[in-house]
């Protein structure tokens, strides 16, 4: 049995002249496991369930508490796996899922029943799509969540009449563009600076603004060249690879963002001494932070003097608002009386913070320290934090992006 084959299965015919005749069909619709597939797609197959090729690690994390138990991926899964392939079974979520909204499914974007995608022009606000039942939930997100249409055809970027393949293919000239990404990666209308937009920051922030023509699969699914189908005797070909690196890819997170500091001069008899601080997105098709509001990116400043001793320090948080407004104490009230007032609560109990970083954004900090005479190091640097919410002296959950100094004399 493969690693973490659960489930039923569905018919598989190895005979090439059954799989001519189109005789692999999918009862379980979307719920069918990945394992099914990887009969013929081994490589694929792979790189979904154990991550092969990728940097990716789920590492054990606490809820909040450093009493908490640790949260870790269950066996026989593997914590390099993707997070496609460990959504049923990652007790993170889970655990959250539980705590905040009373035990009710995320099933609508984690266990998704087979859709059309929508259209880039026409569905300007993204609608949830169909849940699969609970019972149906621990395979996660399956290679039939995203390839299998409506009708019990497999969608792809082939025609089929190239294809050797065991069921009913389609072509899709949209798959493989991010429209495929947008029914779980977006909620709701769009609302800068909000959790859950990753799509619409793409569409409306990059896309749509110029800045390239780059798709979500451009960056998470890069191709390679190899058969798309290893028993099935044809050519290699362009194929994405399914790791869908993201936050728990440290070599992917590094890339999105550059941070560099300088004094600046000339702000006449402004007390202190003014830095700015700036943090560019130069690297993500979409908003740095993006996805859940627990992800976080901490920003902090030292000025260290010659001695080694830090004499002056600062932070600031940047993530995604828990809901259509700014975090903030000011509703700490009100959020009690909410269906999700645990998930309300403890957003606007850490309080205002700075916004996620758009794609192509420059954002300009200024810090002004006082400091006496004397020459100084200023230090700068930004740590990925999975959960913005969970002890900050828990470190598994954090990843150092990138780090700057200056030196500066004050007369």
């Known amino acids: 049995m493969l690693a973490g084959c659960v489930g ?41 369930a154990f991550g092969t090729g990728a940097d990716l690690k789920w ?48 099933n609508t974007c984690h266990y998704p029943e087979a859709f059309e995608l929508p259209d880039l022009e026409r569905d ?25 249409t409506p009708d019990g055809r497999i969608r792809g ?21 991010s429209v495929t990404c947008a029914f779980c990666h977006s909620k709701g209308p769009r609302v800068v600076g909000k959790q859950t937009q990753t799509f619409y920051e793409w569409r409306d922030d990059y896309f749509n603004a110029g800045l390239g023509p780059e798709q ?25 690879q399914h790791l869908w690196p993201g936050s728990h890819a440290a070599s992917l997170i590094r890339q999105a963002l550059t941070l560099s500091i300088r004094q600046v001069h000339g702000y006449g008899r402004t007390a202190g001494t003014p830095l700015e601080i700036h943090i560019k997105n130069v690297g993500a098709g979409h908003s740095v932070p993006s996805g859940s509001n627990r992800r976080g990116i901490w920003l902090t400043a030292d000025v260290i003097d010659g001695g ?44 205002p913070h700075e916004t996620p970083v758009r794609a192509g954004e420059e954002r300009v900090l200024t810090w002004t320290p006082q400091l006496p005479a004397g020459t100084f190091t200023v230090r700068v640097t930004l740590l990925y934090d999975l959960n913005r919410y969970n002890d900050r002296s828990f470190t598994p959950d954090q990843t150092e992006l990138a780090r700057s100094s200056i030196s500066i004399q004050i007369p």
């Open 59 to 106: 590492k054990p994390i606490i809820y909040k508490s450093l009493t908490d138990p640790l949260l870790a991926i269950p066996g026989p899964f593997f914590d390099t796996a993707t997070g496609h392939h460990l959504a049923g079974v990652d007790p993170w979520p889970l655990r959250a899922r539980d705590v905040e909204n009373n035990g009710a499914s995320c």
């Open 124 to 148: 300007q606000v993204i609608h949830e799509p169909t849940p699969r039942t609970r019972v149906e939930e621990v395979v996660g997100v399956t290679c039939a969540s995203c390839h299998l």
């Open 157 to 177: 970027r082939y025609d089929p009449r190239e294809l050797l393949a065991p069921h009913e293919s389609v072509r899709d000239p949209n798959f493989g563009t």
């Open 216 to 240: 979500c699969q451009d960056c998470h699914m890069p191709p390679v060249v190899r058969p798309l189908a290893e028993d099935q005797g044809t050519a290699p070909r362009a194929i994405g």
């Open 8 to 48: 039923g299965t569905t018919s598989l015919s190895p005979t090439p002249s059954e799989a001519q005749a189109g005789q692999v069909t999918f009862p379980l619709g979307t719920a069918t496991p990945s394992e099914v597939c990887g009969r013929c797609h081994a490589a694929v197959y792979a790189e979904v």
């Open 308 to 351: 080694g001793t830090t004499i002056v320090h600062n932070e600031w948080l940047f993530a995604p608002w828990y809901a259509s407004r700014p975090d903030d104490r000011a509703f700490l009230q009100a959020d009690e009386n909410l269906p999700d007032a645990v998930a309300a609560l403890q957003a606007d109990a850490q309080g």
